[in-house]
């Protein structure tokens, strides 16, 4: 899902990522490090800036045992791998409170450091019931755009779009589509 604000604070000026919103109801580690991997693949294509993934949690860097915990803690460890196999150009840091993410002050009160703490442009929710929740709760409230459900891990671009969408949100969505069928390099020249 993609997330845009009028309010240029967070993420890449304004403009988020989150997943899994939609599909995955209970992701396991390898489909999570998936969902980091294809998301910041979307995110880079779409803004041209290095994705900064967080792989969000209930508690920041705890020294707990908690199998929710663990479940982060490895998915961000299997998405790194993933990603320097690919030899692909992103910031990944996990597990992370969404405050610690999203805001530099809170990250350096929770001693969270690195290039994702309070830079997170790229949200990777550990179930379908907190990703779903958080868009709609921040549309919402928010007030921000949504776009999507853009589909990855299939062999053409896709996205999904939910009955209450307005026409905005389907055509942001369409646009999003559109881009991903075209080679960034052929828009943009080599990055």
Same mark, same amino acid.
């Given at each position: 899902?993609?997330?845009?604000?009028?309010?240029?604070?967070?993420?890449?000026?304004?403009?988020?990522?989150?997943?899994?919103c939609g599909v995955i109801p209970e992701p396991t580690t390898e489909q999570l490090a998936d969902i980091a991997i294809?998301?910041?693949?979307?995110?880079?294509?779409?803004?041209?800036?290095?994705?900064?993934?967080?792989?969000?949690?209930?508690?920041?860097?705890?020294?707990?045992?908690?199998?929710?915990?663990?479940?982060?803690?490895?998915?961000?460890?299997?998405?790194?791998?993933?990603?320097k196999a690919m030899s692909l150009e992103v910031e990944i840091e996990g597990e992370l409170q969404v405050d610690a +993410?999203?805001?530099?002050?809170?990250?350096?009160?929770?001693? @969270?450091? %690195?290039?994702? =703490?309070?830079?997170?442009?790229?949200? #990777?929710?550990?179930?379908?019931n907190s990703g779903n929740i958080a868009f709609k709760l921040v549309h919402m409230l928010a007030g921000a755009n949504?776009?999507?459900?853009?589909?990855?891990?299939?062999?053409?671009?896709? +996205?999904?779009?939910?009955?209450?969408?307005?026409?905005?949100? @389907?055509? %942001?969505?369409? =646009?999003?589509?559109?881009?991903?069928? #075209?080679?960034?390099?052929?828009?943009?020249?080599?990055?």
């Amino acid at each position: 899902m993609v997330l845009d604000f009028d309010e240029k604070k967070v993420g890449s000026d304004g403009t988020l990522f989150f997943a899994d919103c939609g599909v995955i109801p209970e992701p396991t580690t390898e489909q999570l490090a998936d969902i980091a991997i294809t998301t910041a693949t979307v995110a880079r294509h779409l803004t041209g800036e290095t994705p900064r993934v967080a792989m969000l949690s209930w508690a920041s860097k705890s020294t707990s045992n908690h199998p929710s915990l663990l479940k982060m803690r490895t998915a961000t460890e299997l998405a790194r791998v993933r990603a320097k196999a690919m030899s692909l150009e992103v910031e990944i840091e996990g597990e992370l409170q969404v405050d610690a +993410a999203l805001d530099l002050a809170v990250a350096e009160m929770k001693q @969270v450091s %690195g290039p994702v =703490a309070g830079r997170a442009n790229v949200l #990777i929710f550990p179930d379908l019931n907190s990703g779903n929740i958080a868009f709609k709760l921040v549309h919402m409230l928010a007030g921000a755009n949504t776009f999507g459900q853009i589909v990855t891990g299939l062999t053409r671009p896709a +996205a999904e779009i939910s009955r209450g969408s307005s026409a905005h949100d @389907v055509f %942001g969505a369409a =646009a999003i589509v559109g881009c991903q069928a #075209i080679d960034r390099r052929l828009l943009y020249g080599t990055l």
